[in-house]
């Protein structure tokens, strides 16, 4: 299913589309700060354990580290906006640059004889930790959006709706089998798979609305993520 199958105001709401705008605007700093330390702390983990830097400190320290040094400067997430950059490039980028500020505090106090040269080069390059970060954060998305898909589902009292489309597209069981054992007819099956469908891809831009990504990106987006998951 391409996005022309569905309207565009069902695919991706303006109100998902500006939900890290509206926080940073308005100063809701908490539940932004949640959102981007659930979203991609294991991902820049991952990216971290792909570089040398991870001798600086274990990976999840260091971003724990990256996140309360950026999160308390007030002008960190508005120069983000300016940017034009998506949501995990500047995260990765930050990240990266505080490495480096680390590394650099350790050589002036005489605690490491790395050159930030040797820090990447030591465990691997730039676009394996890169295609480590993008690995991760991809399994994150699908996992938020297959959750968040059955709670619209449920929501709408389409809890079938959810179970069929899993043993139909996980279970890789036919309609015609489907049909019979949820009590209607296979045209019906195959509808409530395709309104579950529906739930799963407007749950899937919700993540990536959140990341930066535009109407126009969806397909690209969703492909990406579908690579990243094959190379895991």
């Known amino acids: 299913m391409s996005a022309a ?4 105001g069902e695919l991706f709401p303006s109100t998902e589309r500006t939900w890290i705008v509206d926080r940073i605007r308005q100063g809701e700093r908490a539940e932004l700060h949640h959102h981007l330390m659930s979203t991609y702390s294991g991902a820049l983990a991952g990216y971290v354990s792909a570089t040398g830097f991870r001798s600086l400190s274990e990976p999840r320290e260091l971003v724990s580290g990256f996140f309360a040094s950026r999160l308390s400067q007030d002008g960190w997430l508005p120069a983000w906006l300016e940017s034009g950059m998506r949501m995990r490039r500047w995260l990765m980028n930050g990240l990266l640059l505080y490495c480096h500020e ?41 996992e938020q959006a297959t959750a968040r898909a059955r709670e619209l589902c449920d929501a709408g009292g389409q809890g079938r709706h959810w179970e069929l489309f899993l043993r139909h597209h996980v279970g890789q069981r036919p309609y015609a089998e489907l049909g019979p054992e949820f009590g209607v007819s296979e045209q019906q099956a195959a509808g409530m798979v395709r309104t579950a469908s529906i739930k799963l891809r407007r749950a899937l831009l919700e993540v990536l609305a959140r990341d930066g990504a535009g109407e126009g990106d969806l397909d690209a987006e969703i492909a990406a993520l579908l690579d990243a998951m094959r190379e895991a």
Do not use: K, N, Q
Not at 5 to 8: A, C, Y
């Open 102 to 142: 680390r590394l650099a505090e350790r050589s002036r106090d005489g605690r490491t004889a790395l050159l930030p040269g040797d820090v990447l080069d030591s465990v691997g390059s730039a676009e394996d930790a890169v295609r480590t970060f993008e690995r991760v954060w991809a399994r994150g998305v699908i």
């Open 5 to 8: 199958d569905v309207p565009s």
